[in-house]
């Protein structure tokens, strides 16, 4: 891909839930897209992904111009989507929504889950983000233990796609 590797980071998640009777290989790895500018939510993201016993990859994308290159990127090489698309309104260089209409014009990701994860709680933006498909709209929470709680909603996303 050409994307600038500033824009865009891969982490390995590591379930932080310990299933001794479980062996890992019966679950297939997560792959989700985080686009999110703050690097304190979108490492608040994967802490509560580990938390939840999530395992896979995390991709972050900081902007959302980065973001459809991305998507672009997987439909002109036939790659595949990521299970899980978490995006955040309020992006630099392009808003969300227009990620969100990348998203909904993608040959590939269309069929995607795709969460917004946002400060905004205005009814007018979530109303655009279930009209372009959404299938949750979250308000990012104040409290950490809240926002932790949140790898429980995003894995049970990724168990029932």
Sequence with gaps: MSLNPVKVQHFSLQSRVKRPSEPTASRKPASILLVEDNPGDAGLVREALEEHGVEGELTVVIDGE????????????????????????????????????????????????????????????????????????????????DFISLGAVFKAIIENS
């Design 66 to 145: 980065a973001a459809i290159e991305l998507i672009q990127d997987i439909d002109s090489q036939r790659l595949t989507c990521p299970d899980l698309i978490i995006v955040d309104l309020n992006l630099p260089k392009k808003s969300g929504r227009d990620v969100l209409e990348c998203i909904g014009r993608s040959l590939i990701c269309r069929q995607a889950q795709v969460v917004i994860l946002t400060s905004s709680d205005a009814y007018d933006d979530q109303q655009n983000a279930m009209r372009l498909g959404v299938s949750r709209y979250l308000r990012k929470p104040s409290r950490l233990g």
